[in-house]
Nanobody
Framework: QVQLVELGGGLVQPGGSLRLSCAAS????????IAWFRQAPGKEREGVSC????????YYGHSVQGRFTISRDNAKNTVYLQMNSLKPEDTANYYC??????????????????????WGQGTQVTVSS
């Protein structure tokens, strides 16, 4: 079956960096929109970033703009999230999610969690001194 596996979470100091990986199996990333979401205890799931499967267009949430970078390596069927200048408020469980490319209007809907069909198990990111 379709699987998404997140790796790279951990504990990091404020101002530090982490690189998350989302490895896809049983499907090709070209046909899917891949997004990163995060959820902290007691908070709603928040769209972090998204990358299209067609032209590689990227989208970012306001709180991470300028600090996070999403990228895709089609040869490895993997999407990455480079997180720099991490803040304590970035602490959350991070999930990658996939949606069929043609089923999502990225300009308006990329951050809507219900639009995504497949989800990874999550990886915990903790930013603390």
């Amino acid at each position: 079956q379709v699987q998404l596996v997140e790796l790279g979470g951990g504990l990091v100091q404020p101002g530090g960096s982490l690189r998350l990986s989302c490895a896809a199996s049983q499907f090709t990333l070209d046909y899917y929109v891949i997004a990163w979401f995060r959820q902290a205890p007691g908070k709603e799931r928040e769209g972090v970033s998204c990358i299209s499967g067609s032209d590689g267009s990227t989208y970012y949430g306001h709180s991470v703009q300028g600090r996070f970078t999403i990228s895709r390596d089609n040869a490895k069927n993997t999407v990455y999230l480079q997180m720099n200048s991490l803040k304590p408020e970035d602490t959350a469980n991070y999930y990658c999610a996939a949606a069929l490319r043609d089923g999502l209007n990225l300009n308006t809907d990329w951050g809507l969690s219900w639009e995504y069909d497949y989800w990874g198990q999550g990886t915990q990111v903790t930013v603390s001194s």
